[in-house]
Structure formats: C-alpha cells, structure tokens
C-alpha cells in the first residue's frame, strides 16, 4: 500500500493541476496583504471607537488577515480547488485511459482508490492549514503581529498567543470541511470519466445545501447538512466556548468524508471499465 | 497435454438488453500464440476486458493462469502483461518514468530491465521524452514494453499493431514469435490484421455477436477448407449450370472463364469428365487454398460453428 | 471663663476645618494635582464589560499637564475608555464649576471626606459631579459624573506617594454605562447591555522628567 501511495504522490507533484490552489491562494493573500497595508478598510471602525476609547496600535496585522481570510475563502475558493484535485484523481485516469493500465496489475481496486484517498486529503489539509501559515508569515511581512481585534457583538482582542492557537485550530476546522467537500468530488469521480462533472457536482451539491438550510421547511435537515457546520470556526473566537457544538460539527464533518470514502470504494469496485 | 493458461467458461456478459458475449468457453494452452478474431462489436474487446478485471461478467468465470480473475485477481494478474485497446500512459511524464510506475505495481524491475525493454521495442533513445510527444505508432510500441515489464507468462495483446507502420507491424510480428518460441510466453491476441494473425498464430477463436463460432489450431481450420477447386473454361455460365448438377458438389463462383467449386477430392475427375463430355474445353483444374481471412469471412457471413 | 475657652475651643477646631467652602476645598486638592507637570507610568488595564471582551493589558501612560494624554501598549494593541482613564487631575474642570457646595462628610475607605457637588463646563457642555475629597490629604477618593455628552462614570481612587512628594494614583476603578460598540456588520443590532468596569493599577511612575510635546503627537488622546 505504501507503493501505491508513493507512485500516487509522485503522480500527483508532476501534475500542474495541483499547483492552481497554492498558486491561487498565494497570489490572494498577497493582494490582501497589500492592500491592507496600503488601505484601510476597517477606518471607520477605529474612528467609531476613538469617540469612546483612546486607541493605541494596530487591529490590521497578521492574525486579523488570517481570520478575515477565513470569511473569503471556505465557501468560494477553497471548497473549488479542493474538488478539482479530489475530482480528478480517479475521473481523469478513466478519461485519460490509464486506469485500464492501473487495473490490469496485481493490484486491487480497493487499492487504487485508497491510495488516491490519501493523496487526496493530503492535499486537502496541506491546502488549507497552508494557506493559513502563509497568511500568518505573509501577514508578520507586511503588516506586522499583535492581538486579534473582532468587533462582532462587541469587542474582542485576544492576546497573540491565544489567537495563534484559535487560528491554528479555525483553520484545521476549515480543513476537516473541506476534506468533507473534497470527499464528495471524489465519490463523484468514481463513476464518472470526466472530472469536470465530479466538480461540478460537488459544488452543486455543497451550494444547494447552503441554500436549503435557509429555507424554513427543511429546518430538520439542517443539523444534518455539510453547510451547517462549515462556519463553526466563528465560534474560536467570540462567544462562550460550545464544546458540544464543535464535536458535532467536528463528527458531520467526519462522517460526510468517510461516507463518501466508502460510497467511492464500493462503487468503483462495482463498476466495469469501459473507457 | 500442455497447461492451461487462459480459460474462459460459459463466460456471458449482458450490457443492458445487449448481450454482449454469450456462453463463450475457450481454452488457451501455454506456449500457444492464439488469435481471437471477430468483426467490430463481435465482443471481442469485452471478452478481453473481462480476462483483466476490468469487467465484471453475469455469468462464467475467466480464469489466467490457473485463477480466477474476479476472486483472485492479484494472483491472477501477478505474471500476465496486457495491452487493453489502445495503450494509455501519464502524458506529463517520460517513457521511462510510466514504466518505472506500472513496474512497481506489478513488484518492481530495475532500471537496466526497463532500458533493455525500451530496446526492444525500438524506444530506448525517446525514454527521456514525454509521452504526450510521441506518436501513436510509439504508444503502441510502449504499450508492449509495458505488457513485457513482469517477466509475464502470459501476455494478453489487444490490436497490438493498430496504428503501426509496415516495419512496426513487422517488428511485432518477429517479437511475438521471439517472446513465444524464445521466452515460452504464452500470447493472447486479438487483431484485425488477418494475414498477420495467420503468420504469427498457432490457434485462433472466431467470435461473432458474442458466440464462440470457430476455434482450434489453424492449419487444421484451414484443411477443412482445402476442398475447393478452380475449373479454368471456355464457357464459365455452362459449365457452372453443368456442374452445379452433380450430387455432392457445390458451385462457389463462375466469373471471367473461372468457375470455383467445393467437392471432395475423388469427385474432381468426374466434374472434368462431365465437362468435356458436356463439350467444354476445360483449360486448368487449380486447387484453391483458402487462407484465414476467407475462412474469417465465411464463417462471419454464415454464422457457423467449426471446431 | 474655662467653660467659654473650652466652647470657642471646641467651636473652633471643627470650625476652623468644617468652614471650608467647596471651592476652597477643591482648590486644596488641586494643588496636590498642579505639583505633577507631567509623568510616565507603568499600568496593567482590566475591563470588564459584557460588550468587551478583553484581555488585561499592559500599557505606558504619558501624561502632561494640562490635559496631554498619550498611551502605548505593549502587547500592541489596548483600548481604555476614556472615561476610565482618570489621568492627569479629575479635579480640573470641577474646580472652575458652578453652584459648588459642601453636602456633607462620608467615610470612604476609613478617611473621613467632603462630598462635593456641583455643576461644570467642558466645552460649553455641562455636568454633574459629585465629589468624595478626604480632610486630611485633600484626595480625590470617589467621583460621579453625569456628562450631557456621554456616559454616566462613577470612579474610585487609591493613592501612593512617590518620590516622597507627588500623591498619585496607585489604583483607579471607573464604573461606566458604555454606549454600542462598533460592529463589522453595519446592520447588527447594538446596545448596552450592563455596565463596564474600568480597573487600571499603576507602577513606576517617572514623574516631572520633561516630557517632550512629539510624544502626544503620535496619538492625540486627550479627555
């Protein structure tokens, strides 16, 4: 198994689709950073407190880029490029002809896909603690360090030690989503030969339920839904400390990666290959 | 007797309402060259398919060397190389780097073995160059290094001359009766290329519309056939009305002074006499010998069985 | 003739301490205020607030009289309420106010005090104050102010002397009705909910050394 996983690694660093994330997410932090530094859009809320509190440094630094990044990027960029790698992993070795060349060796489907799994999270949870990290360091560059300053139902400033770990623990909640949004793709991808479907899928899928959890009707299903769950790392850092609430998203969250795992398993070895 | 290394039994796959291959038992003996023909859509690819794993069968069992496929497939697979319609390799990397990956699934090679593949089939110079700049006459040639990369028993080859060109088809030829008479590898393979098919094999299969309709070795298909002679005349439409009148005698074809007909060898005097007798002039009596793409198309057009 | 000397003795001593009008009293404390031109000093900043949640902080207090305040943190970044900063003399705007009077005397941490009340200006606003001044060193121990243009505060003050001449604040706790915090989202329903307690405890004070005026330039903080 361990052969496996490291041809699939070597498969996967060769392949210029897994470098679209990190290439993507630097160049974003970067403009951030810049434009943090160089503008400021939270102005009027120091003016607003400078009417009833004398002020001394700065909220904009590199923990407050890390948390507002967070608001930018776990329903829109890195939800997308974690299906298109998970998407393709199996998808375009059927398109590509090549899993008719894997399968035809000693080796089990089970095997195959998960070898590729691994792979998959792997790079699921180097995407989104990375981003993090990068932030963190891109953020010290440019603006500098200090405490995280969140005005949301009041005021809070956690000291730097302490958002450090909030953030570290927000993004690894982040990660766990998207591994669960990832996984889906992937499940996708084991019946399809086109990986653009496997992603077009899964973003459906995690849209549609963003919005259903809206609607009143389906208020049942809401603590059931990915969506749900996906911002709970808002809780790090204001309000008391739900430990339940965590755990249960921490459990969905699971429970959507291995039920998809496991539907992808017995689906691709079910299935006949054809292409 | 010599061991069985490929066996199909009652083996049967439907793809909806369509049944792709029915209750096709064949056996392939090591040491043999065995040619699987059919026409498009005979089931042939499917047939092949399911000797690899990649499709499950409803019914049967296909077995390589001694296992089954579908319950034992690592061992199965263990000592078998195989080409599944055209090759298919990581674009983004090299020759070499594709077959270093499928060598080590299959438990690993060194790198002289995969240069002196790559040798073989005429590469070794392009094993640095990415395969999404080769040509398709040289991922038909990688595709053979890769079925040759674990020492196989068994080599299954599906089309292995598609897309090549004279020499290439050539140079297949010559290396699959090297890999059987030299290397005692047993080859399974499936082409369109009749007269190639005849020059390499020892044993054919016939499948049309998922049926077994021939099997066995090919000389003793082709003497079956041997009963067929050309009459060389000087009026082909009577003496094809003539001859078409004799008992255990049957006209094939009357054309341009030729008239052809299938008749036991003891009767070919009696047809001449007749002509003659009939007042022909009868210029040539010439035994046809039908080769494999004749008995192929007859026995497609007819739908038959003959073992 | 004893009888009387004891009388006028005895008339005189709370007489001669109890005669004092409010303004006389506060200008008394004004000059233990007016002795500091300016300071430096070491605070540890507590808030506690159910709309502010924050860490203790620690900060550097720059003050310069007449109203100069400049603070800097050292964990990068703090926030005090103004009102909570008691820095500087509490007593300025109160000694120049109106309808000053002497209420009565009140016991504030076992010294006897004036309680003070009146009405005073800050830029053409007015306020209500009320004053706890103990007797014997003319402190300001306690305050209640009730501004037209913000908050209501009621504050506490301990004393230390340093460098054996200067009375200055050892510790302050400011008790403030703080208005709703500002919100990154501009539709988020605010109010107050309960008051703040402002604690500040202060150390190392470097007094009268001539701060430059560039220090206040960084930030302008003044009340």
Known sequence: MLTDLRLELRKAVRKSRMYIGPTAMSLLILAVAVGLKHSNPFEYLRRRMEQDFIVTGSFINAAFLCRHLLEGITYTFLPLFACMVCGDLIASEAADGTIRMLLCRPITRAQVVISKYVVACMYVLALSIGTGVLAYVMGTAFLGRGSLVLFSGGIWVLPETTAIVRLAAAYALVAAGMLAVGSISFAVSTFLSNSNGAIGAAMGILYGSAVIQEIEYFKVLKPYLLTTHLDIWHRLFVGPFDGHAFLKAILVMLVYSAASFAAGLIIFRRRDVLS | MSEVVLETIKLAKNFRTRRAVDDLSLRVYEGDVYGFLGPNGAGKSTTIRMLTGLVRPNRGTARLLGFDVRTRHMDAMRNVGAIVETPAFYKYLSARENLSIFSRLSGGCDRRRIDQILDTVGLLDRANDKVKVFSHGMIQRLGIAQALLPNPKLVILDEPTSGLDPQGMKDVRELILRLANEEKITVFLSSHMLHEVEQVCNRVGVINRGKLIAEGEVKELLRHELDIVEFTVDDSTRAADILGRLDSLKVLSCEDGRVAVQSPAELISEANRTLVMGGLAVSAIVPKMMNLEDLFLKLVQEGGRAD | ?223
């Open chain 3, 1 to 223: 003739m004893p009888l009387v000397l004891l009388t006028v003795l005895m008339l005189a001593g709370p007489l001669g301490a109890g005669n004092l009008t409010a303004k006389q009293v506060l200008e008394k404390a004004g000059r233990n205020y007016d002795a500091v031109r300016d300071y430096t000093v070491d605070a540890k900043l507590t808030v506690d607030s159910p709309s502010m949640h924050v860490p203790e902080m620690k900060i550097k207090v720059f003050y310069k009289k007449p109203n100069k305040v400049h603070v800097e943190s050292k964990d990068g970044f703090a926030m005090l309420p103004r009102q909570g900063a008691l820095v500087g003399n509490p007593l300025r705007d109160m000694a120049a106010g109106s309808d000053l009077s002497v209420e009565r005397s009140e016991r504030v941490s076992g010294d006897d005090c004036y309680v003070i009340k009146g009405t005073f200006q800050h830029e053409e606003r007015s306020a209500q104050a009320t004053v706890w001044i103990d007797k014997r060193y003319f402190l300001a121990r306690r305050m209640s102010v009730n501004p037209e243009w913000g908050p209501s505060v009621s504050a506490k003050l301990w004393y230390m002397k340093v460098g054996n001449k200067y009375w200055l604040p050892r510790r302050t706790e400011a008790t403030i009705s703080l208005p709703p915090m500002p919100d990154e989202n501009p539709d988020a329903e605010r109010k107050p909910r309960g008051p703040t307690i402002v604690k500040l405890s202060f150390a190392n004070y470097r007094v009268n050394t001539g701060l430059n005026d560039k220090v206040f330039q960084k930030q302008e903080g003044s009340r």
